[in-house]
């Protein structure tokens, strides 16, 4: 039994150590736990939140890797599969002095492509409070797709709130098109969106962050508040009620790398609402989250537990 689900596929992730050089010349790397919704599972459980991962692994060192990733961060494991017939997937990634570093993946076939979505039978709903939804599980292969649907069917059944990030990559769908389209339909079944402005700028056509929420709240009924993420200037709120307001983002010191900020800013919103916050405070918490986030050279490594939480907010809100 957990307060928070979320179905992904998880990555070993090699991160370059050598500042500003490219992937073809790096030598040294250093090996971390990611993907985009376990990234959001550990900030979950890292403030104190039970957990359950869905996803399906090989039998390899990558899946035994992030299977002991997965308990050291106190994430269940019960509705995962490994199989000995695919592999788990793994990436690439640069170490750079600012900007996006550059990925690159090997994850084409892998076991979590392959998921068997009979699991999801399996999986207790009863303690439930959130689940988290993100768009690359539904890129990854047609299988995964139809199970992502299917999880959402049980997740509508079951009256669980639900958040849904976006997460475009579009090296993993067949055209934009099919990408634009697959993701907006998606997007319609979540209570919470979570649009980047550049995502936001892809999915609907303008930058404008009220455009971007009104889209969203037009899109689907059971869509509540949308929240678009604008990075360093923090997140712009808008509730099917009509009200809307920006909360700034935190200025941190030293930016080392941007990757994992948004699941964080996802976990510190859905934990916060766990725990009863409001919804600004739960967006404060996300802000928080993912300025923590950029600081630290893994996806999820600068995630904070509540103590560390609160001495970072004592000192960014004098
Ligand atoms: O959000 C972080 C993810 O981008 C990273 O961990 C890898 O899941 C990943 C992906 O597919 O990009």
């Known amino acids: 039994?957990?307060?928070?689900?979320?179905?992904?596929?998880?990555?070993?992730?090699?991160?370059?150590?050598?500042?500003?050089?490219?992937?073809?010349?790096?030598?040294?790397?250093?090996k971390f736990l990611a993907g985009a919704e376990v990234n959001v599972a550990?900030?979950?459980?890292?403030?104190?939140?039970?957990?359950?991962?869905?996803?399906a692994l090989g039998k390899d060192p990558f899946g035994e890797f992030?299977?002991?990733?997965?308990?050291?961060?106190?994430?269940?494991?019960d509705y995962i599969t490994q199989t000995s017939d695919y592999w788990t997937a793994f990436q690439l990634k640069e170490r750079v002095s600012e900007g996006d570093p550059n990925i690159y993946y090997f994850r084409k076939g892998s076991a979590a492509a392959h998921f068997d979505p009979a699991i999801l039978d399996k999986v207790d709903f009863s303690e439930?409070?959130?689940?988290?939804?993100?768009?690359?599980?539904?890129?990854?292969?047609?299988?995964?797709?139809?199970?992502f649907r299917y999880f959402i069917r049980l997740l509508e059944k079951h009256d669980i709130r639900t958040t849904f990030d976006p997460n475009l990559r579009p090296q993993l769908?067949?055209?934009?098109?099919?990408?634009?389209?697959?993701?907006?339909?998606?997007?319609s079944h979540a209570e919470i969106v979570l649009p980047g402005i550049n995502e936001g700028e892809i999915l609907m056509g303008s930058r404008n962050p009220e455009a971007i929420a009104d889209f969203y709240l037009a899109n689907g009924d059971k869509t509540q508040v949308v929240i678009v993420k604008l990075g360093a200037d923090g997140a712009f709120v808008k509730e099917r009620s009509g009200e809307s307001y920006t909360v700034r983002g935190f200025t941190v010191d030293k930016v080392v790398d941007t990757v994992g900020a948004g699941d964080g800013f996802a976990a510190g919103l859905i934990s916060a609402l766990m725990?009863?916050?409001?919804?600004?405070?739960?967006?404060?918490?996300?802000?928080?989250?993912?300025a923590l986030a950029v600081q630290?050279?893994?996806?999820?490594?600068?995630?904070p537990t509540p103590e560390q939480l609160a001495v970072f907010l004592k000192e960014h809100q004098k």
């Open 128 to 147: 439930v409070k959130f689940a988290h939804l993100s768009g690359i599980f539904p890129a990854i292969s047609k299988q995964a797709l139809t199970s």
């Open 173 to 187: 769908w067949e055209s934009r098109e099919v990408m634009v389209e697959t993701i907006n339909e998606l997007a």
């Open 275 to 290: 725990e009863g916050k409001t919804l600004k405070e739960a967006v404060i918490r996300a802000n928080a989250t993912g």
């Open 66 to 77: 992030i299977i002991d990733q997965l308990n050291e961060n106190n994430i269940g494991t």
């Open 42 to 55: 550990v900030g979950v459980s890292r403030y104190g939140h039970s957990t359950q991962y869905i996803t």
């Open 1 to 30: 039994m957990s307060e928070f689900l979320t179905i992904g596929e998880p990555i070993a992730l090699f991160g370059s150590e050598e500042v500003d050089k490219s992937l073809k010349d790096a030598k040294f790397f250093q």
């Open 296 to 303: 630290s050279p893994g996806d999820n490594d600068g995630y």
